[in-house]
């Protein structure tokens, strides 16, 4: 099956650090998404990208769909101690006829951010 | 802002009982997902559901396994016969159907299902 792969697996930052994280595939996606999961709670999403080499901005997040369409990234600026948790990639690829699809998750990165 | 609900939020059952899950995804949505989450490990997709027919559907939803649509608002998830290793986080997702973000799955807040 598809395989995501994202990296690193944890990070330990200082407050106001910049934060990169990343996802590669050997398969192609129609989509990618990023999501930020609390302990207990489920996916919320943070960035949708659409397009091969969109670049995407929410706030103090950006995103980019790979020009391949087997990677993208996430950007995090400024980083602030409530940016704790984990995000997960997770990429969306059409099985086509009546099927919308389903995500396929990266293994997420545990981010913590030190005051 | 509108957004998918699960209960209960955790469920306890003892090994070869039945649970249902339920859901209800956002109104204006029509296909609906469940997936898994094993503690620790990564989301995995479980199965999709449009106009009343499974979708698609991975290994991991075996015979054991069977979803639902009683009525017009609740998605429901049944686990026939429980077994330890069904143990997990279960998300409810949906998606609307038309327009630009039909790919954007948004997620309800889970049931954590603990079989003992």
């Known amino acids: 099956g598809q395989q995501l792969n994202q990296s690193p697996q944890s990070m330990f930052i200082q407050e106001g650090e910049d934060v990169s994280m990343n996802c590669t595939s050997s398969s192609i996606f129609n989509t990618w998404l990023w999501y930020k999961q609390d302990p207990g709670e489920g996916p919320v999403l943070l960035i949708a990208l659409y397009k091969a080499g969109e670049l995407t901005s929410n706030g103090r997040l950006t995103a980019q769909f790979g020009i391949t369409r087997k990677d993208s990234f996430l950007n995090i600026s400024a980083s602030i101690p409530s940016d704790v948790g984990i995000y997960f990639c997770?990429?969306?690829?059409?099985?086509?006829?009546?099927?919308?699809?389903?995500?396929?998750f990266g293994q997420g990165t545990i981010l913590t951010v030190h005051p | 802002e509108p957004e998918v609900t699960q209960t209960p939020s955790h469920q306890v059952t003892q090994m070869g009982q039945e649970v249902i899950l339920r859901c209800v995804p956002i109104?204006?949505?029509?296909?609906f997902y469940w997936y898994r989450q094993i503690l620790g490990q990564k989301v995995e997709f479980l199965v999709s559901?449009?106009?009343?027919?499974?979708?698609?559907k991975s290994e991991i939803f075996d015979d054991q396994f069977s979803v639902e649509r009683p009525d017009g608002s609740n998605f429901t998830l049944k686990i026939r016969s429980t077994k330890l290793e069904d143990s997990a986080m279960y998300f409810c997702?949906?998606?609307?159907?038309?327009?630009?973000?039909?790919?954007?799955?948004?997620f309800g807040p889970g049931t954590r299902l603990t079989v003992l």
């Open positions: 997770a990429g969306l690829r059409r099985a086509g006829g009546t099927s919308y699809g389903k995500l396929t």
């Open positions: 997702a949906s998606i609307i159907t038309s327009g630009a973000s039909t790919d954007t799955q948004y």
């Open positions: 109104s204006n949505h029509l296909y």
């Open positions: 559901f449009y106009n009343n027919e499974i979708s698609e």
